[in-house]
Every structure is written in C-alpha cells, then in structure tokens.
C-alpha cells in the first residue's frame, strides 16, 4: 500500500509540474514589428555650364529632408574672388549670356536683398560665395523656404535657373543686387 501512495504521489507530482509548463507555454506573449517610416528624401543634381567667353564650370546639389532644402555647390575654373549665385526664373540656359534664364527667382514680389532672418529678399537670393586662387570654390546653404517639387510655388524650386555671376551681390541695388554678367547657368529640373 505504501508503494501505491507514494507511486500515486510521485505521479501526481509529475503531472502537476507537466502542466505548470504547458500553462508557460501557452502564455507566451504576440511580439509585433512596427515599421516606422524614413523621411521622404528628395534630390535634385544640377550641371552649371559656362556662358559664352567664360571657363567656370561647377555641380550643385538640393536635397530635400525633413522640410528644408541644402544646397551644396563645387565651382571651378572662376576668377578669384568673390561672385555670387542666384535662383533666376526661368530653367532655360540656351541663350550664350544666360539671359534666357530670366530674372532672380521673387515669387512673393518682395526687394532683392540680403538672405538673413527679418532682411527682405527674392527667393532666389542665395548670396556670395569666394573663389581660391586656383579658381575652386563650394557653397554650402540650407532653408526651410524652398521645396523640391511641393505644390507651393513660392517654395518650389523645380523650373528655375542657376546663375553664377562674374561679381558679388552688393545686396542693395534693385532688382539684381549688381552682381555683374552672367557666367555660368544651370537649370533645376
């Protein structure tokens, strides 16, 4: 008799513990994966072609991340010192002076002028930028006031040309800021 109880203790141990670990295993918790979603990245590469009698070439890139636009331009083959570069009006540069691209980029009618917080200014109106002595040079810039192909033509810069001009922007004078001739023009498409 002593043999059957504690077999029958044994065998009730045993399967006491068997459902203990058959209880874990069903409460095993559902594991979800989320996707969170990568900022929409926008870019556009612009080639900027010399005008007729100019040398410069250079390379401009906008970049559209998380509601602002950088713009990252290289130049070479400039004249030393300092020039300064717009956005014109129109994404034509089939004319040899550069002429076909328009004027500076004011969708809001506003005064050329200097960009800077509380300043009025065209939208287009990047600013200076100085060339080494070899005639090389880079701009960096970034805005919150353009986009990349949004529906707000005041922002958009998609259909606009890229000039570079032979001086510097003085900031001042209406409407081009008397940046000289037009030496180089690439068109943002």
Do not use: Y
């Amino acid at each position: 008799m002593k043999k059957i109880s504690i077999f029958l203790t044994a065998f009730a141990l045993v399967f006491t513990v068997a459902c203990k670990d058959n209880k874990k295993t069903e409460e095993v918790e559902e594991v979800k994966t989320v996707e969170v979603p990568k900022p929409e990245l926008k870019k556009v590469e612009v080639h900027i072609n010399s005008t007729e009698g100019n040398a410069m070439v250079g390379h401009a890139t906008f970049v559209e991340k998380e509601g602002k636009v950088s713009l990252n331009v290289m130049f070479e083959g400039l004249t030393p010192g300092e020039h300064a570069i717009h956005i014109h009006d129109v994404a034509d540069c089939s004319s040899g002076d550069g002429k076909s691209a328009g004027g500076h980029w004011n969708p809001t009618g506003v005064d050329h002028g200097q960009w800077m917080e509380g300043n009025a200014h065209h939208a287009g109106d990047i600013g200076n930028f100085t060339a080494d002595a070899d005639g090389k040079a880079s701009l960096d810039f970034e805005t919150d006031k353009w986009c990349i192909g949004c529906e707000d033509a005041t922002k958009n810069i998609l259909g606009h040309g890229l000039i570079v001009h032979a001086d510097p922007d003085d900031f001042t004078t209406q409407p081009t800021g008397n940046a000289g001739a037009r030496i180089g023009c690439g068109e943002i498409k």
